[in-house]
C-alpha cells in the first residue's frame, strides 16, 4: 500500500443502531488494522425511543465511536433537532455532522464533497432539503478554478437520477422513483472518484463510469457509485463498505486516469442537458410515432393494420410523442413504406424488425432496422436502442446454436435509413482476434483509421448526430470505431468478411452480384423465420 494511502470506512443508514455499527467497526480493525476515517450517509438518527436512549450515551460521552466518524444532516422533519447547526458541528465524542453543504479537506489532501438532505419538490424548501441553488452553489465553488480535476469523494443521501445508465442492474430498487436529478447534476460536475448514497435499503456498486468522452477528451478518472443498505438489516445486505484511497492531489497523473477492463459510459451525459430542463424524475427521450403499423407474418405479406393500444377499451388521449425524422424521399427500410421487401422481414417488435440482407454475404445475413426513420444509432430514441439490444442479444443466442459467432457492422455513409449489418461467420472459420485483425489490416491497406474503442462505450458519446462514420462490433463486444471524413469505400464492412481469411467468398463482396429470385428470397425468409422463432422475443409476450 502506498505511504499517502488512506483506509476508509463507509456506511449506509444507521438509523439509531450506533451499538451495532461501532461493534462491527471495532471487529473490522481488530482484523484489518486501523481506518483513519467512517464516513455515513442516509438516515444516522432513528426514530425510536430505543434509538434515541441509545443516543443519550454517545451524546453524554458514556459510550464513545471508536473512530472519527462524519455523518450527514436530516432527510425528514423528526431529525431535524439533532443538527443544530447547519455549517456543521461535533455531535458527540468522534463524531462529527459535516454541515448542510461544502467540501471537507483533511489534512492530507483528501477532498470530500458532501450535500445533506433529500432533493426539494417545494418551495421554500424544508430544513431536510437542498434544492438547485444548493447544488449549483457547490459546484460553483469547486468547478470555478481551472485547475480542477474532480474530488475524491462525494457524499449524498439520495442516489443520483439514471445512475444504473449503461450499467449494472440496481436489482430490486424501483427505477422509476428513486434518485435525484440535482445529485445526478452534481456528480456529474465534480467527477467524484467515490460516490456513496443510501435511503433505498440495497447494496448496489455499480460499474466504475468514465468522465470524459472518448476520443473527444483527454482521458480522465473514473468514479465508482456505491449505495449502502441499512445497518443490521435482516437480508444481510452489505451496509458497511472498506477502501483504501491515495487523495488525488497526490497522485501520478498517469495512475489516476487508468481504465478498469470493466468501465463504462458516463450515465449522466445522456440526462444531463435534460436535467437542466426539467423537474421531473424521468429523462424525456423521443418517441417512435404515436401510430405504427404492423404486419401479421403468419397471414399473406404486406397486409397491414395500425396498432391497437392497450385494448382495455378505454379512449384516452395521452400526449403525442414527438415523431422522428421523415425521410425526404421514398425509403426502402421504413417498414410503413411501400418501397419495404416485406417478403424479407422475419420479425417484428415495438420500435424495430428483422429482415434478410438484400443480396446478403451469406443465406442468414440479417439487418436490424428501426420501424420509424432514424439514420443512424446516434439518432435512435432511448426504446429503439433498448429493442436493438434486444435482438442482439437473441441472435446471438440463436446463431450460437448454429455453431456460429455474429459480425455487426454500420456505415453511417450515403445512407437514409439507419441498417446494423449481422453477418454469422461459422465458428470453423477463423477466431474473432482473427476477424479483429483483418478489419484492422485492410483499413490499413485502404489508409483508413480504424480505432479500438471501450467495450463498454456508447457510439452515442462518440460521434454526434450527423457526423459520417464506420462502426464494428464483435461477439466479444469489442469495437473498431472510424470517423469518415472523405471518399470511404462502401462495400468496406462486406468485403472484409467476404475475403479468404473470414467467409473466403471474394465475389460475394457486392451486394449486386449476389441476386436470388423472389421465390429464393421467400424460402430464405422463411426458413430463417422458424429457425429464429425460438428466440424471438418478439412473439413471447
Known amino acids: 500500500m502506498a505511504a499517502n494511502s488512506l483506509r476508509l470506512l463507509a456506511c449506509g443508514d444507521v438509523e439509531g443502531k450506533f451499538d451495532l455499527l461501532f461493534t462491527r467497526v471495532r471487529a473490522v480493525q481488530k482484523k484489518s488494522g486501523q481506518f483513519d476515517l467512517l464516513l455515513c450517509v442516509g438516515n444516522f438518527f432513528g426514530s425510536t425511543a430505543e434509538a434515541e436512549s441509545e443516543w443519550e450515551e454517545y451524546r453524554k460521552g458514556i459510550k464513545k465511536a471508536p473512530i472519527q466518524t462524519c455523518v450527514l444532516g436530516a ?18 465524542e468522534n463524531i462529527m455532522y459535516l454541515g448542510r453543504k461544502g467540501v471537507f479537506t483533511g489534512a492530507s489532501g483528501l477532498q470530500i464533497a458532501y450535500l445533506s438532505g433529500i432533493e426539494s419538490k417545494s418551495e421554500p424548501a424544508p430544513a431536510y432539503s437542498f434544492t438547485s441553488k444548493d447544488t449549483a452553489s457547490l459546484k460553483a465553488a469547486l468547478t470555478s478554478s481551472s485547475k480542477f480535476k474532480g474530488v475524491d469523494i462525494l457524499l449524498t443521501s439520495p442516489w443520483p437520477k439514471e445512475v444504473w445508465n449503461y450499467g449494472n442492474n440496481p436489482g430490486e430498487v424501483d ?38 468522452v472518448v476520443l473527444q477528451e483527454n482521458t480522465q478518472h473514473v468514479t465508482r457509485f456505491i449505495a ?36 463504462t459510459e458516463n450515465p449522466y451525459r445522456k ?21 405504427q403499423f404492423f404486419f401479421d407474418l403468419s397471414k399473406q405479406q404486406g397486409k397491414k393494420r395500425p396498432s391497437e393500444g392497450r385494448g382495455d377499451g378505454q379512449h384516452s388521449s395521452p400526449k403525442q410523442p414527438r415523431k422522428p425524422p421523415q425521410p425526404t ?23 424495430c424488425y428483422l429482415a434478410l440482407a438484400k443480396g446478403g454475404l451469406t443465406s442468414d445475413h440479417i439487418l436490424i432496422l428501426p420501424i420509424g426513420h432514424y439514420q443512424s444509432v446516434v439518432e435512435v430514441s432511448s426504446d429503439v436502442l ?37 453477418v454469422p461467420v461459422p465458428l470453423s472459420c477463423c477466431t474473432t482476434d482473427h476477424i479483429k485483425e483483418s478489419f484492422i489490416i485492410q483499413a490499413e491497406e485502404q489508409q483508413i483509421e480504424l480505432l479500438e474503442i471501450p467495450e463498454h462505450s456508447d457510439i452515442k458519446q462518440i460521434v454526434q448526430p450527423g457526423i459520417p462514420y464506420f462502426y464494428v462490433e464483435l461477439d466479444t463486444g469489442e469495437k473498431l470505431f472510424h470517423r469518415i471524413k472523405k471518399n470511404f469505400p462502401l462495400q468496406f464492412g462486406r468485403e472484409v ?36 422463432e425460438p428466440f424471438d422475443f418478439s412473439l413471447m409476450d
Open 271 to 291: 440526462s444531463g442537458k435534460e436535467a437542466s430542463k426539467t423537474k421531473q424524475a424521468r429523462t424525456i427521450e423521443k418517441e417512435e410515432p404515436a401510430t
Open 175 to 212: 427505477t422509476r422513483r428513486c434518485g435525484s436529478v440535482l445529485v445526478a447534476g452534481l456528480a456529474l460536475a465534480l467527477k467524484p472518484r467515490y460516490h456513496f448514497a443510501a435511503l433505498e435499503g440495497v447494496s448496489y456498486e455499480r460499474l466504475p463510469y468514465r468522465n470524459h
Open 329 to 351: 424521399g421514398p425509403c426502402w427500410f421504413c417498414l410503413a413504406s411501400p418501397e419495404v421487401e416485406k417478403h424479407l422481414v422475419v420479425s417484428i417488435g415495438t420500435h
Open 386 to 422: 433498448e429493442e436493438v439490444a434486444k435482438y442482439k442479444a437473441a441472435l446471438k443466442k440463436f446463431l450460437k446454436s448454429k455453431g456460429k459467432r455474429c459480425v455487426l457492422f454500420e456505415r453511417n455513409y450515403r445512407s437514409q435509413h439507419l441498417q446494423l449489418q449481422v
Open 497 to 532: 468478411l467476404a475475403s479468404e481469411a473470414i467467409l473466403n467468398i471474394p465475389t460475394r463482396a457486392d451486394w449486386r452480384e449476389c441476386k436470388y429470385s423472389r421465390e429464393e428470397e421467400e424460402t430464405l425468409a422463411k426458413s430463417f423465420r422458424q429457425g429464429f
Open 228 to 263: 449502502l443498505a441499512n445497518v443490521g438489516n435482516v437480508s444481510k445486505k452489505k451496509y458497511l463498505y472498506a477502501f483504501s484511497i491515495v487523495p488525488l492531489s497526490l497522485m501520478d497523473p498517469s495512475e489516476l486516469v487508468k481504465q478498469p477492463l470493466d468501465v
Open 75 to 92: 432527510n425528514n422533519q423528526e431529525n431535524v433537532a439533532h443538527f443544530q447547526d447547519a455549517n456543521g458541528c461535533e455531535l458527540a
